[in-house]
């Protein structure tokens, strides 16, 4: 964590959460050392990351927030998190997507941005066990200068159990998921790590989504870089059954070295891609 003088203030405050939560709590003067900033700057970020409520401040430094592995918010206080990352992520994301596709669109917020992006992307079969992404497209085929209201995908629900984030879930969702084949799985997460994989509080939602993971012919995981280090209560799948991560330009450089030992394929939202990267790179 050294060298990181110019450190846009969200990659720093990314920086300080990883570090927090791997070590259980750090020190003012140990981050002012580690970033070669000022002691008023890591105070700054320490009180911005304390109104986000994922670290408590103590004497002399914070520590993390401990949230119930099981507690699962609902979708309307998940949608209102970062917005800007979110939005970078689905245009990203809308690029890997080739007209006539059947893709997967899991529950969540950002796919919930995503399906706004694949409106105007022709003759998709969309499989979804989102309610809101559903509501996106049935609202999309009605727009102004929508054609004469053809439909501008077909949309295939799932069915099941509805969970506190309008996702469906459980055995009818899993029968039918079971059954189908996708070209692209694009998958919100709770949480995602090295050691835990992707995670989720609701053991349902787990099981749901082991499901989309086997149907699916390529995995592309969209998560912002908050949910780096999060671990929810049940894993459903690991990195290596990840084909493409998309995230967004706060992730910290020393997390995405972390990544790339476990991906092949890292897209950052809204940066050029690098010079050796893989086909599906932005």
Same mark, same amino acid.
């Given at each position: 964590?050294?060298?990181?003088?110019?450190?846009?203030?969200?990659?720093?405050?990314?920086?300080?959460?990883?570090? +927090?939560?791997?070590? $259980? &709590? !750090? =020190?003012?003067?140990?981050? @002012?050392?580690?970033?070669? #900033?000022? /002691?008023?700057?890591?105070?700054?970020?320490?009180?911005?990351?304390?109104?986000?409520?994922?670290?408590?401040?103590?004497?002399?430094?914070?520590?993390?927030?401990?949230?119930?592995?099981?507690?699962?918010?609902?979708?309307?206080?998940?949608?209102?998190?970062?917005?800007?990352?979110?939005?970078?992520?689905?245009?990203?994301?809308?690029?890997?997507?080739?007209?006539?596709?059947?893709?997967?669109?899991?529950?969540?917020?950002?796919?919930?941005?995503?399906?706004?992006?694949?409106?105007?992307?022709?003759?998709?079969?969309?499989?979804?066990?989102?309610?809101?992404?559903?509501?996106?497209?049935?609202?999309?085929?009605?727009?102004?200068?929508?054609?004469?209201?053809?439909?501008?995908?077909? +949309?295939?629900?799932? $069915? &099941? !159990? =509805?969970?506190?984030?309008? @996702?469906?879930?459980?055995? #009818?969702? /899993?029968?039918?998921?079971?059954?189908?084949?996708?070209?692209?799985?694009?998958?919100?997460?709770?949480?995602?790590?090295?050691?835990?994989?992707?995670?989720?509080?609701?053991?349902?939602?787990?099981?749901?989504?082991?499901?989309?993971?086997?149907?699916?012919?390529?995995?592309?995981?969209?998560?912002?870089?908050?949910?780096?280090?999060?671990?929810?209560?049940?894993?459903?799948?690991?990195?290596?059954?990840?084909?493409?991560?998309?995230?967004?330009?706060?992730?910290?450089?020393?997390?995405?070295?972390?990544?790339?030992?476990?991906?092949?394929?890292?897209?950052?939202?809204?940066?050029?891609?690098?010079?050796?990267?893989?086909?599906?790179?932005?």
């Amino acid at each position: 964590m050294s060298d990181n003088q110019n450190l846009l203030a969200e990659q720093r405050r990314a920086l300080i959460l990883d570090e +927090v939560r791997r070590r $259980g &709590g !750090v =020190r003012v003067n140990e981050l @002012t050392r580690r970033l070669n #900033v000022s /002691d008023m700057t890591v105070r700054r970020d320490l009180d911005a990351l304390a109104r986000q409520g994922v670290v408590e401040k103590v004497h002399g430094g914070a520590v993390p927030v401990v949230e119930a592995s099981s507690h699962e918010p609902g979708f309307e206080a998940k949608s209102a998190l970062e917005l800007g990352a979110k939005e970078a992520i689905a245009r990203a994301a809308a690029a890997l997507v080739p007209p006539g596709s059947a893709i997967a669109l899991a529950g969540g917020t950002t796919a919930f941005a995503l399906a706004h992006h694949l409106l105007d992307v022709p003759d998709l079969t969309v499989v979804t066990n989102s309610v809101r992404v559903a509501d996106v497209f049935q609202s999309g085929q009605r727009r102004p200068g929508n054609g004469h209201g053809e439909a501008t995908a077909t +949309v295939v629900i799932t $069915g &099941g !159990v =509805r969970t506190p984030s309008e @996702t469906l879930v459980g055995p #009818v969702a /899993d029968r039918a998921i079971q059954s189908l084949h996708f070209d692209l799985l694009f998958l919100g997460v709770h949480g995602i790590s090295v050691e835990a994989g992707l995670s989720t509080p609701n053991l349902a939602e787990a099981e749901t989504n082991r499901q989309f993971v086997r149907s699916a012919r390529r995995v592309v995981v969209i998560a912002d870089h908050t949910k780096w280090g999060t671990v929810g209560l049940s894993s459903f799948a690991s990195l290596e059954d990840v084909d493409t991560l998309v995230t967004d330009a706060g992730i910290p450089e020393v997390l995405r070295a972390e990544i790339a030992e476990h991906l092949s394929d890292l897209i950052v939202a809204g940066e050029p891609p690098a010079e050796n990267g893989g086909p599906g790179e932005m």
